[in-house]
């Protein structure tokens, strides 16, 4: 058999020019609905989504599978294929980090029983995080909260929406700043699995766990740590990255024989991120890896 170095000289002459691959087209594999935090309904994301010439396209809610049916059937009028996804947070060593989930099956009984119950902790923290701001006199009310969240899983980001809809801070960014963000006078925790709670979970739904956009916040030990612990993949591709910290997570993957994923995490809207939609993919042969780790 020729040896890679030698095909260049066999090669047929083609006149100098490289042959180019046809395109294999794109896909953005991080994307929120009106079923967690997004402020676009799955039809309409899936609308945007053929604008920006995606073919593929995960919908990776917070702790909710509700979208996906939905946009499945709108992908396929629209000639996008829709994979399962679902964006879940865990904790390691007190440091809160996100994994998300794919190719998984949408009615496992046990995947939806423990959403179910992560959707209704978040509620709970909803609850305690405005009893927080109500004692220090910003005079929130949880039904502006549920407003908000309509029929997503109910986030910080819905609370920051409700404060700037009482008028009690300015803008989104402040309600962070002053309020909620992680550590801040109204914060609260959410219930979050370990890893391998949650590897388990994933994996006996038949998906595969991706670690979110990990930017800064990990060391390499701690990378280690969850690999060993069954982490498929790295998240590699997000608007948070610099291209250091891609190609780092892709040395990473490559290193440890992992899966890559990467999108926008565009949720649309008021936190202004219209920008990045249709410019945070990956080529669609990253999902043929993911689908060959599982059904090969
Ligand atoms: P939660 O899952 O309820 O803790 O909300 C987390 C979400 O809030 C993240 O996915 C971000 O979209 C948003 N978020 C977290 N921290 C900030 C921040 N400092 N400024 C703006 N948005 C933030
Ligand atoms: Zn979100
Ligand atoms: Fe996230
Ligand atoms: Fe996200």
Redo the contacts with the bound molecule.
């Keep these: 058999m020729a040896r890679i170095e030698e095909l260049g000289t066999n090669a047929p002459d083609q006149g100098g020019s490289v042959p180019s691959l046809p395109d294999e087209g794109k896909a953005d594999l991080h994307l929120h609905t009106t079923y967690s ?1 997004g402020v676009h309904s799955p039809y309409d994301l899936l609308k945007k989504a053929r604008g920006a010439g995606l073919s593929t396209v995960a919908i990776t809610d ?1 702790d909710h599978v509700g979208a996906i049916e939905e946009a499945t059937g709108w992908g396929a009028k629209l000639g996008i294929t829709v994979l399962p996804g679902v964006e879940l ?1 865990i904790t390691l060593g007190g440091k809160d980090l996100h994994l998300l989930a794919y190719l998984f099956d949408c009615t496992n009984p046990m995947l939806l029983e423990y959403l179910a119950f992560f959707r209704g902790e ?1 509620l709970k923290r909803a609850e305690r995080m405005v009893r927080k701001l109500n004692n220090i006199n910003v005079p929130l009310k949880l039904d502006t909260v549920l407003e908000q969240a309509g029929i997503g899983a109910v ?3 819905h609370i ?1 929406n409700a404060l700037v809809e009482e008028g009690l801070v300015e803008s ?2 402040e309600a ?2 002053r309020f909620i ?2 550590g801040g006078p109204a914060y609260e925790t ?1 219930f979050q699995l370990t890893p391998q709670e949650a590897f388990r979970l994933i994996t006996q739904a038949g998906g595969l766990s991706f670690l979110a956009h990990p930017g800064r916040y990990l060391s390499e030990q701690e990378l280690l740590l969850l690999i060993k612990q069954g982490l498929d993949g790295i998240e590699v591709v997000h608007p948070s990255h610099s291209d250091l910290q891609q190609k780092y997570y892709r040395g990473i993957v490559n290193q440890y024989f992992l899966l890559e994923c990467g999108g926008s995490d565009y ?1 649309g809207g008021k ?1 202004n991120d219209d920008h990045v939609f249709g410019t945070y993919t990956v080529p669609l042969h990253v999902v043929e890896t993911m689908r060959s780790r599982l059904f090969s």
Excluded: E, L, V
């Design positions: 935090d917070h947070s978040r986030g910080r980001p920051a989104f960014h962070f700043q963000g992680t959410k949720h936190k």
